[in-house]
């Protein structure tokens, strides 16, 4: 007689899998991948930027983050505007002047929920990678129609969130 009994996952409440290499449960997802040369460099809200972001929240899975690459041309900006999603950035290459410090390469920021960023200009030009993801605490999750992608850009005036 089997004394082995049924363990459940106390976060998702299903049955753990008694499979070796497995996933913990059925709940449990595999990685997604994407690499950005699969990727073509699309207009970003602010002049003098693009961007390939390879992954992005939707209506059916808006816990996904809106994750990639933002390029910034020499002599690129962007206004202080504010957020209730979280994200954190990682400088690739070129210096930015944030809020008047500059950064450069290896340097990575975190923005909270809600939060506002500091303008930003490069007089370099350079590349950061976004991750952009739902606050733990305003549970909003990042803006990605009308911001990526886009195919024409809105008048500075009527995109930023400066107040």
Known sequence: MSTQ????????????????????????QAMRVEHPDDHDWTLLRYEGQTSKMLFHPTADDPTVPNAGLVH?????????????????WYVLDGEFRIGGKTYGKGTMIFHPDPHFEHDLVTDTGGT????????????????????????????????????
């Open 5 to 28: 009994s049924t363990r459940i996952d106390p976060i998702t409440n299903e049955t753990v899998s008694a499979e070796k290499g497995a996933p913990l449960t059925a709940a449990h």
């Open 128 to 163: 950061i990678l976004y991750v952009q993801y739902m606050g733990p605490s305003t549970r909003q999750a990042p803006i990605y129609d009308g911001r990526f992608n886009v195919t024409r850009r809105k008048k500075l005036e009527d995109e930023t969130t400066e107040y």
């Open 72 to 88: 910034y041309e020499p002599g690129s900006s962007h206004p202080v505007h504010s957020h209730y999603f979280a994200q954190i």
